[in-house]
């Protein structure tokens, strides 16, 4: 063989998702397999995540090992102290207490936050309620006269609310877009990486009872780690010192819920702040609301009824609905939007929405060869053209989409077609 065998480039790398919704047919697919944002959905849409839920798997090993390490070292002491229905009773307080903190971090951990779903085309400026084509390729940026801002009045003061280009909707009041999970959530209160999801309207209750929970267990530990070292120090007739020698465990988890307590205990009484006064973390630390009015506050009594004995709001994204068109053109949008500035995604996504490569016509193709060709001979001959503008493009330069075009048409017509375009090129 007188040249070398041609190698296919090879495909471009798509992740798991986007292989899955060009795999899948269209009737099958469903909101959460075609999701813009970065969570991550389990049980076939039924528990989403943050793109940081392996934390989870971190946050559950803090909360049960050192529950493991009391029920197996010490507690066997207290049994033995105490009544044997007493000793159990606390160790079964324990336990029960722990999967109560646990079903709590996967109720804030694995459900919607709030998330407000994401808007097909950007408002018109005029009237929001009308559309703008999808079609149109600047459709994804805000229009140049759209404003940014917008004012709402909530409790008779004016609220400015905010455009999201990303999502292209006007937040609602309270509302802001999570740079980490990549949607606007709903009364956001911040993203906590150790429940691996945002903290927003539908799952804010879930986590102070969290974490307020997580601050009794540990004190719950705590005390009875000491009642433990006074035992021990009963029984030997030892001093703190030695006790803590007989029973390590117990010094360890002193040392350690008594940090843990500091934090969780601190988070609870800040967020038990936040609560009295009808704050958010992401407005408290941005807005300053004790320096002004807050529009939210609804007297003591009236904000804890609204974050605890309210209603939760449905969920205005249902993961598992099914959605409409073929997977093709819904990857296809997805694509075009996330890369639109790279040629090769954006000529993948084209391809893959028509459903097939576009064939350039034999008579445009053997004009765009005949163009190569004089070129090719030019640069051999050493001649080219006059110029009478110094400042213009010469006439026989070929454009970089001539020189796509004929690489797309010589990958679909065989070796023969590129290795001629190639030699030239």
């Known amino acids: 063989m007188q040249g070398k065998m041609y ?28 999701w813009k944002g970065s969570n991550r959905f389990c049980l076939g849409g039924r528990l989403i995540f943050g793109p940081d839920a392996r934390s989870i798997f971190l946050t559950v090993s803090l909360i049960v090992i050192p529950v493991i390490l009391f029920c197996a070292f010490v507690s066997q002491r207290l049994i033995n102290e105490f009544h044997p229905q007493i000793g159990n009773l606390i160790v079964v307080t324990c336990v ?28 018109e400026p005029e009237d929001d309620g009308s559309s703008v084509s999808s079609d149109w390729p ?68 879930f986590f102070f009872m969290f974490v307020s929970s997580t601050t009794m267990i540990c004190l719950y530990v705590f005390a009875f780690c000491w009642v433990n070292i006074k035992v021990t120090m009963n029984t030997y007739h030892c001093n703190l010192w030695k006790a803590f020698l007989k029973s390590p465990v117990s010094g360890v988890l002193i040392l350690y819920t008594f940090m843990t307590a500091w934090f969780v205990g601190g988070l609870t009484a800040f967020h038990l702040y936040l609560i009295f006064t009808n704050q958010t973390t992401y407005e408290n630390f941005r807005y300053h609301y004790k ?41 296809a949008k997805s694509m075009s939007l996330s890369h639109a500035r790279s040629p090769e995604m954006l000529k993948t996504s084209f391809d893959i929405e028509a459903g097939k490569r576009q064939a350039v016509a034999d008579e445009d193709f053997e ?8 070129v090719g001979g030019l640069e051999r001959c050493g001649t080219e053209p006059r110029h009478t503008h110094r400042d213009h493009k010469p006439s026989w330069e070929i454009t970089p989409e001539a020189r796509m075009l004929a690489a797309d048409f010589g990958m679909q017509h065989g070796f023969e077609g590129r290795r001629k375009i190639n030699g030239v090129l």
């Open 96 to 123: 029960v207490f722990t999967s109560y903190v646990l079903v709590l971090l996967f109720l804030t951990s694995g459900r919607d936050p709030g998330i407000i779903p994401r808007n097909p085309h950007p408002p």
């Open 7 to 34: 190698t296919a480039p090879p495909p471009p790398m798509l992740s798991d998702s986007s292989r899955r919704i060009i795999e899948s047919n269209g009737p099958n697919l469903r909101v959460y397999q075609v």
């Open 291 to 331: 320096a002004k009015m807050n529009p939210y506050d609804l007297g003591c009594l009236g904000n804890i009824v609204e974050v605890f004995f309210s209603k939760i709001p449905s969920s205005k994204n249902n993961f598992r609905e099914k959605v409409e068109g073929n997977s093709s053109s819904v990857f």
């Open 367 to 374: 004009e765009i060869q005949s163009q190569i060709d004089s």
């Open 138 to 205: 600047g459709s994804q940026l805000v229009a140049h006269n759209l404003p940014l801002t917008k004012d709402v009045v909530v409790n008779g003061i004016i609220v400015k609310v905010k455009y999201c280009q990303t999502c292209m909707l006007y937040r609602p009041p309270r509302c802001s877009h999570c740079s980490i999970c990549n949607n606007c959530v709903d009364r956001f209160d911040h993203h906590c990486p150790w429940v691996g999801q945002c903290v927003g309207k539908r799952n804010y209750r």
